[in-house]
């Protein structure tokens, strides 16, 4: 990679949110390296035709491996922006759901994400310089019935995102929180979501929620929530109880509720 070019790291690049995050990132000048669970091949291709070098990566960032394999291709050159996208959901009630499932969620939603996150801050704070947008959701602020794990993992990532934001302050690293709603990606078609209202209702685009997070990211900003419906629905949940938010959710994302 040529390093007169700002260099990203984009995960969960294979398509939705983390996809158009690479959009925008190769549109406004920078390498990239993307990562996935899957091939990225295609995508590699599509990006490398904005003039930049695009290298994919096929890793699983719920494993420790996953993690260093990634590590191990940029430790030694400039990191210049990281967006940590990679994340899945799950639906259905919990004790119904496979652990191991359960598990791969939690993995990928906070433990890959933490840990890739670790390691590319503690470069950047050496460097005196980058940015780091996290995508989390405004799931983070409800009671995710019938979504309770991955509604879980938000709440854990949003906060989190904020903390360490002000950890870094004075060091020239930023952290930003990008926290989308329903957006229309596979999302709900991985998380066994389609029977579901959440799952057939109307979502925003992906591509506006990509460039609201990344427009943030560039001018350092703590946090976004990508529209306006979005934002109104996260400032109710500050004012009506926990035990309401749940049953809410419920109505949204219980088996069957597209037939209601």
């Known amino acids: 990679m040529i390093e007169s070019r700002p260099f990203a790291i984009v995960t969960g690049a294979s398509s939705g949110i983390g996809l158009e995050l690479a959009r925008e990132a190769a549109a406004r000048g920078y390498d990239l390296l993307i990562a996935a669970d899957r091939s990225l091949l295609e995508q590699a291709a599509e990006l490398r035709a904005e003039g930049g070098n695009v290298v994919p990566v096929e890793v699983d960032l719920a494993t420790r491996e996953g993690v260093e394999a990634l590590?191990?291709?940029?430790?030694?050159?400039?990191?210049?922006?990281?967006?940590?996208?990679?994340?899945?959901?799950?639906?259905?009630?919990?004790?119904?759901?496979?652990?191991?499932?359960?598990?791969?969620?939690?993995?990928?939603?906070?433990?890959?994400?933490?840990?890739?996150?670790?390691?590319?801050?503690?470069?950047?704070?050496?460097?005196?310089?980058?940015?780091?947008?996290?995508t989390g959701s405004i799931a983070g602020f409800m009671p995710g019935t019938f979504q309770a794990v991955y509604n879980g993992t938000k709440a854990f990532i949003d906060s989190f995102s904020y903390a360490l934001?002000?950890?870094?302050?004075?060091?020239?690293?930023?952290?930003?929180?990008?926290?989308?709603?329903?957006?229309?990606?596979?999302?709900?078609?991985?998380?066994?979501?389609?029977?579901?209202?959440?799952?057939?209702?109307?979502?925003?685009?992906?591509?506006?929620?990509?460039?609201?997070?990344?427009?943030?990211?560039?001018?350092?900003?703590?946090?976004?929530?990508?529209?306006?419906?979005?934002?109104?629905?996260?400032?109710?949940?500050?004012?009506?109880?926990?035990?309401?938010?749940?049953?809410?959710?419920?109505?949204?994302a219980e088996p069957g509720s597209a037939r209601n």
């Open 71 to 134: 590590y191990a291709l940029v430790k030694n050159r400039r990191i210049d922006a990281l967006l940590a996208n990679a994340g899945h959901g799950l639906g259905k009630g919990f004790l119904d759901q496979d652990f191991a499932d359960v598990q791969h969620v939690i993995n990928t939603n906070i433990t890959g994400t933490l840990d890739l996150i670790q390691k590319v801050a503690r470069q950047m704070r050496r460097q005196m310089s980058g940015k780091i947008l996290i």
């Open 165 to 252: 934001r002000n950890e870094l302050k004075d060091t020239g690293v930023t952290v930003t929180c990008l926290m989308p709603g329903a957006t229309d990606t596979d999302f709900f078609a991985r998380a066994d979501l389609l029977d579901t209202k959440v799952g057939t209702d109307e979502k925003a685009d992906p591509a506006d929620v990509a460039k609201t997070g990344f427009d943030a990211m560039e001018k350092g900003e703590a946090g976004v929530i990508a529209g306006m419906s979005n934002k109104i629905r996260a400032a109710l949940a500050n004012i009506v109880p926990d035990t309401m938010l749940a049953e809410q959710h419920r109505k949204m």
